[in-house]
């Protein structure tokens, strides 16, 4: 493989994997390479006398949730984890639903969540890392669960993570190499990424994007093109719309989207192109593929498991961050089964869920390696894919 890609010789597997990384070494589970984050139930590992932790149960978790509803999304799907957690162990699940998208509003919900007595709040994204860095040291005895960020200030200049924080970073790179390896292995070899802003979290979808498709197109003897453009916006709008359309009545035949509502601009893209050719689209962060018959598929964060897993990690350790995870940030990604593509409705027509198991079973055990950038500026040696870059 080029340089982005790197064969190693692998080692005989000798015992069963670790469901939450280093963090219960001593404790294995059988590792089931993930599809279906929604039906996700935690199961506690156990040592080698066949016993798992008990659990204390009583106390209070809450979900500090940036959005308005909780129907559908990234925040519903931390919710749902934190509930079956909840149910399972015995402790009591509540949310504080922030009044908008300001960091204000994330902070008052933040209050809210530590003032009502939990023990662990969680909370997701750039708003709510924003209202953690002011108000982390303010509630003694209460400890955070940050997802997809890091506490910062308004600058962006100082970042701080306290004792009684620890923060999840989701390795985007490694869910858009599993899309774009299924885009090129159904056949799709005009491609197209839009993202909201060229920011680390959207860069890294987009290069693990363009990592897979070489990958797929290496092994295919295809030849790929792939536009990149980063939007500067989350809105769908017409001028978002007509963007990506452009784009599908000149050839390109996929649509990659990462941010907010921009799905629903390629979508609308999608049914209007006046080019002849069937045009798709793939969606990111968590599964999208009923919103319309047009999405092939989505390369999804496993929020519910990663919460599941997270939360027991934390209450085996006396309800409090161990000195590994304590004012420290973790990456996870194909280790702890925690990217994916959603899989409850299957609609790739060359990639089998077997062959997608397959090639799952490969990177996690890094007999194939997916690297991480953080901007466009040094991209990834990719012969088999032309990019060309719209920003």
Not at 246 to 274: H, M, P, R, Y
Request: glycine share 8%; aromatic share 10%.
């Amino acid at each position: 493989m080029k340089k982005f890609i790197a064969l190693v010789l692998t080692l005989a597997l000798a015992v069963s994997l670790c469901a939450c990384s280093s963090k219960a070494s001593s404790q294995t589970v059988t590792f089931t390479v993930p599809m279906d984050d929604s039906t996700y139930t935690f199961t506690a590992p156990v040592d080698e006398n066949g016993e798992s932790a008990t659990l204390p149960g009583g106390a209070t978790i809450a979900l500090a949730a940036e959005q308005a509803s909780l129907d559908d999304g990234a925040d519903t799907l931390l919710w749902k984890g934190i509930q079956t957690f909840a149910g399972t162990y015995g402790y009591t699940a509540e949310n504080h639903t922030a009044a908008d998208t300001s960091v204000e509003a994330a902070e008052a919900a933040l209050r809210e969540a530590a003032e009502s007595g939990a023990a662990l709040v969680v909370c997701r994204g750039e708003a709510m890392a924003q209202a953690l860095f002011n108000i982390q040291n303010n509630y003694p005895g209460v400890h955070y669960l940050l997802f997809d960020g890091e506490p910062h200030n308004s600058s962006y200049t100082n970042y701080t993570t306290e004792s009684n924080v620890h923060c999840v970073l989701f390795q985007e790179e490694q869910a858009g190499f599993l899309a774009g390896y299924a885009a090129v292995t159904d056949g799709y070899t005009q491609l197209g990424f839009i993202g909201a802003e060229e920011i680390p979290g959207v860069v890294r979808y987009v290069t693990g994007f363009l990592q897979g498709a070489e990958y797929a197109a290496e092994q295919q003897g295809l030849t790929v093109d792939l536009r990149t453009w980063f939007a500067g916006t989350y809105s769908a709008s017409d001028d978002t719309t007509n963007r990506m359309l452009d784009w599908c009545n000149n050839g390109t035949t996929l649509l990659f989207v990462n941010g907010g509502n921009l799905i629903a601009s390629a979508i609308d893209a999608a049914k209007e192109t006046t080019s002849g050719n069937e045009v798709r689209v793939m969606a990111s962060d968590y599964d999208q593929n009923d919103s319309s018959d047009l999405i092939l598929g989505s390369a999804i964060k496993c929020y519910n498991s990663a919460v599941q897993q997270e939360l027991y990690a934390f209450f085996s350790g006396n309800a409090a961050w161990d000195q590994t995870a304590a004012g420290q940030s973790e990456k996870v990604g194909y280790t702890t089964g925690a990217v994916a593509l959603a899989g409850p409705h299957w609609r790739f027509a060359e990639l089998s869920q077997h062959d997608y198991e397959r090639l799952y079973t490969q990177l996690r055990n890094s007999d194939l390696k997916v690297d991480a950038y953080a901007d466009m500026n040094t991209l990834p040696d990719t012969p088999n894919v032309t990019v060309e870059k719209q920003n």
